[in-house]
């Protein structure tokens, strides 16, 4: 209770601040600087995973289907080596395609357009960066964990409150097949009173197939009934393990590490011992962002497999495809 008290205590500054700023923006007493090209952001409300990097591929595609010179820029938030997680996947399942990282985003997006000759960037994580101004603000919102258990951080997990969508030009909410019908519909109606008059759009995250560090692929159906160890190291593991559940696997053992985990020489060596412990026939699985991390194709002699996941636009496609052309058509 004491520990609650004092989070909540801590959550009161930290919403003050929250909402100065904001109101500072609104009214034009700081200003957003505007880049020389069109910026896509790809944002949420709430700490953790809510699926960004899949979005922030899929507007990346989209433009890059159509012609355009795209780069993806980010802070980079607990990167490793000069790249983080999110940038590894990126650049794998986008090959040639800039992924700029830094502090400065307003220096990365000049860089962009005057360097690389970029035409659109998708500004990831971009929904409370207010000093680089965007074109189109989508924000995701998590099916499965929607308001962030309906406190500011870090009482709760909201970065601001919900009011606050009414800033966003389009909400996509994510992981929409892993919540009831009756569920999505809620969160619609709370979404639409939140910010009235803003598109909504239902997406899931599709597993596509499973790969190895050999950049090597398997079918899905090697899961069917199959038992499986994963670990995971994600803003939303029970995400990760309604996935492998949904594909048919049997879960036996289960591993958690925080959210952008390097996994050092000491968890290597506990993954090994955990991995020896497995039935015979175990699969060893985890996420492509692990994956990008670990770059190894066994552990203790299993082979290790990651599962690829896309968004796929369930309804709403139609004012997504609208609101990404107006970016670009101006």
Not at 243 to 257: C, E, H, K, N, W
């Amino acid at each position: 209770m004491w520990q609650r008290c004092g989070l909540w205590a801590l959550s009161v500054p930290y919403g003050w601040a929250t909402r100065l700023r904001n109101r500072l923006y609104d009214r034009g007493w700081k200003r957003s600087w505007r880049a020389a090209l069109p910026v896509v952001s790809v944002g949420n409300l709430t700490v953790g995973g809510t699926g960004k990097t899949p979005c922030v591929e899929y507007v990346a595609r989209y433009y890059r289907q159509r012609g355009r010179r795209v780069a993806i820029l980010s802070r980079g938030y607990g990167s490793h080596s000069g790249r983080n997680d999110e940038a590894l996947v990126l650049e794998e399942n986008l090959p040639g395609v800039p992924h700029l990282q830094g502090a400065d985003r307003v220096a990365l997006a000049a860089s962009a357009f005057e360097e690389l000759q970029s035409e659109v960037l998708v500004l990831d994580d971009g929904f409370q960066h207010r000093r680089l101004a965007r074109d189109l603000d989508i924000v995701l919102i998590d099916a499965i964990e929607p308001w962030g258990h309906e406190w500011l951080f870090p009482r709760g997990l909201l970065r601001e409150p919900p009011w606050e969508l009414r800033r966003a030009g389009l909400v996509m909410l994510t992981r929409c097949d892993q919540v009831t019908a009756d569920e999505r519909l809620r969160l619609r109606k709370a979404t639409c009173r939140f910010a009235p008059g803003v598109p909504v759009v239902e997406t899931t995250h599709r597993p596509v197939e499973l790969i190895n560090a050999d950049r090597q692929s398997a079918p899905l159906e090697l899961l069917a009934a199959r038992p499986v160890a994963a670990f995971c190291g994600i803003g939303n593991p029970e995400a990760f393990r309604r996935t492998l559940q949904s594909l048919g696997a049997s879960i036996r053992a289960f591993r958690i590490y925080p959210d952008h985990h390097v996994y050092a020489r000491k968890d290597m060596e506990d993954l090994r011992k955990w991995s020896r412990q497995l039935d015979g026939d175990a699969l060893v699985l985890t996420t492509q962002k692990d994956l990008v991390k670990l770059r190894r194709t066994r552990i203790a002699g299993r082979e290790l497999w990651a599962l690829r996941i896309q968004l796929q636009v369930e309804a709403g496609e139609e004012a997504l495809d609208r609101e990404l052309r107006k970016v670009v058509s101006g």
